[in-house]
């Protein structure tokens, strides 16, 4: 079992950046962070391997969002810049043994999730 804790969220206006953090009880293969916005379904954000050699990223974040890991601390991070209003959502960070992934189902681990509102 791993348990992930996520912290970090919170309220910031437009173009501003936040860094979110995700702890886990232990080492896993692959972490990533999905969002799921009212109303919305779950949408995968970014993924990164156990090295930290392979990420992915959704479109709609690329080029913005950051996704790293410190392995020694078994924390996974996701640096966002440049955020807009439509970045606004509840941000979970996800785990699992198996190699990455970009659906909900590849992921047996999720975290409680942290809310991240961006004002105009």
């Known amino acids: 079992q791993v348990q992930l804790v996520e912290s970090g969220g919170g309220l910031v206006q437009a173009g501003g950046s936040l860094r979110l953090s995700c702890a886990a009880s232990?080492?896993?293969?692959?972490m990533g962070w999905f969002r799921q916005a009212p109303g919305k379904e779950r949408e995968f954000v970014a993924a990164?391997?156990?090295?930290?050699?392979?990420?992915y990223y959704a479109d709609s974040v690329k080029g913005r969002f950051t996704i790293s890991r410190e392995n020694a601390k078994s924390t996974v991070y996701l640096q966002m810049n440049s955020l807009k209003p439509e970045d606004t959502a509840v941000y979970y960070c996800?785990?699992?043994?198996?190699?990455?992934?970009?659906?909900?189902?590849?992921?047996?681990?999720w975290g409680q999730g942290t809310q991240v509102t961006v004002s105009s």
């Open positions: 996800a785990a699992d043994f198996r190699r990455v992934g970009r659906s909900p189902d590849e992921y047996a681990y």
């Open positions: 232990r080492r896993t293969f692959t």
């Open positions: 990164i391997s156990w090295s930290g050699g392979n990420t």
